[in-house]
């Protein structure tokens, strides 16, 4: 498995031994009771390394444990519907190869990680429904230029849009609602012909509403509870 431990003393041969701490802390910090190997609805690995973890619903608690950083060779780390708390780490910008990062229904607190927006591989980004993790968006945002869904509802951001927005032309899912963004969105919002569905609702939202939004037939959209004008 390429990490250093001979295999006649190792444990688990096959698998990369820092790929199994990450799993091994989340475990301890968890106080689950469970194989490394056993834990969550799916786990595969490709020569001898992790590239697909979906640890939704695995009663996982306690912050993300810094050994994430071993994880190189994610594509999908799903976590949500947990008890997982504290900040979102640095150390997960070592996961490059990132494409999907599901965070959702979680106790996350905190600002985002600068960290977070090298991941440029990332399609798929939800960190919505943690209620304490804040803080306006950084326009590094912008060097994620291949997302397609980007989740931030039920949280705790605020301030306006930055203009990066416009670098995301992939996306087509955008869920900003009941936060405490303010600004007018329009004014980048507009230059994402690709979205079909826009969740607004409950921000403290400005501005005119664009004349053309209800010829879009196919655009999913709400925004009440805001201060749009038109």
Known sequence: DNDGIPNADDAYP??????????????HNSEVNLPPLELGGEQIWENGRLVHADFRLCN????????????????????AMNNLSGEIPTAIGALTLLQTLNLNMNQ??????????????????????????GGSVSSAIGNL??????????????????????????????????????????????????????????????????LDLCEFSDLVMSFQNNHFCG
């Open 108 to 133: 996350f607190r905190g600002t985002l990680p600068a960290a977070l927006f090298t991941l440029t591989n990332l399609t798929d980004l939800d960190l919505g429904y943690n209620h304490e993790l």
């Open 145 to 210: 230029v291949k997302l397609q869904s980007l989740g931030l509802g039920h949280a705790h951001f605020s301030g306006p849009l930055p203009d990066s927005f416009i670098n995301l032309n992939d996306l087509s899912y955008l869920d900003l609602s009941y936060n405490l963004f303010s600004g007018e969105p329009f004014d980048v919002l507009s230059f994402l012909p690709g979205l079909t569905y826009l969740l607004l609702e409950r921000n403290e939202f400005t501005g005119q509403l664009p």
């Open 60 to 79: 996982l608690k306690g912050p993300i444990p810094d050994s994430i950083q071993n994880a190189t060779q994610l594509r999908y780390l799903n976590v």
């Open 14 to 27: 096959d698998h990369h031994n820092g790929d199994l701490q990450f799993i091994i802390d989340l475990i």
